[in-house]
């Protein structure tokens, strides 16, 4: 069974540029979540969808980030304009209802 | 507020010896903790998860353990191998969030010294 793929690995952009990331999610769970580690802090949840729907943006740091999840499947988060400390590794998850949330192997941002 | 800490952020160990990452949790009302392994460049890797209706909790070289009253977790890695280097996330899931939110320690970096 594929893991959880992110797309790209790496990201560099100057402050001001946008930036999409992308997570495709294994197949059949209809549970998403976003994650980021920003330089020497913990992993922070920034929100969850249940199939296209978003269950809990509670985490998102503000409306530079959006999120989308049309269809279903893979998901979107795209930073507008992008800052200085947004750099970090962004990391996505999925799982069925209740259960384990198996993470992809993150995208690092980096803001110059 | 929620939090979740780790004691020590470096613990290096000799091959073959056990070792023990501890984690001290803030909300006395989670009721699942999970415990993942970090590798670089890689993503979180579940390593085993625990109840709040459980105290200990095995797995295969792994055992967790939880104490509920002083609000604390800890991983115990038996025979402790090279290739079990890696950053050590514990996780709480907050009261209230259906299993849905995470919320992360900081990590315990383990090296494991051949």
């Known amino acids: 069974e594929a893991g959880v793929t992110q797309f790209p690995s790496h990201s560099v952009i100057e402050k001001g540029q946008t930036v999409t990331l992308r997570c495709d999610p294994i197949s059949g769970h209809d549970n998403l979540y976003w994650y980021r580690r920003v330089m020497g802090k913990e992993i922070k949840f920034l929100l969850h969808f249940v199939k296209e729907s978003k269950q809990d943006e509670s985490g998102m740091p503000n409306n530079r980030f959006l999120a989308e999840r049309t269809g279903g499947t893979y998901s979107t988060l795209k930073v507008q304009p992008a800052e200085l400390e947004d750099s970090g590794v962004y990391f996505c998850a999925s799982s069925h209802p209740g259960d384990t949330q198996y993470f992809g192997p993150g995208t690092r941002l980096t803001v110059l | 507020g929620e939090s979740v800490g780790l004691h020590l952020p470096t613990l290096s160990v000799q091959e073959g010896d056990n070792s023990i990452i501890n984690c001290a949790y803030s909300?006395?009302?989670?009721?699942?903790f999970i415990w993942y392994k970090q590798e670089s460049g890689k993503g979180p890797q579940f390593i085993i998860d625990i109840r709040s209706n459980m105290d200990k909790r095995q797995g295969q070289r792994v055992t967790v353990l939880l104490n509920k009253t002083v609000k604390h977790l800890s991983l115990q890695i038996a025979a402790t191998q090279p290739g079990d280097s890696a950053v050590y996330f514990c996780a709480e899931n907050p009261p209230n969030t259906g299993f849905q939110k995470l919320v992360f320690g900081t990590g315990t970096r383990l090296l494991v010294s051949p």
């Open positions: 909300n006395s009302a989670s009721d699942y």
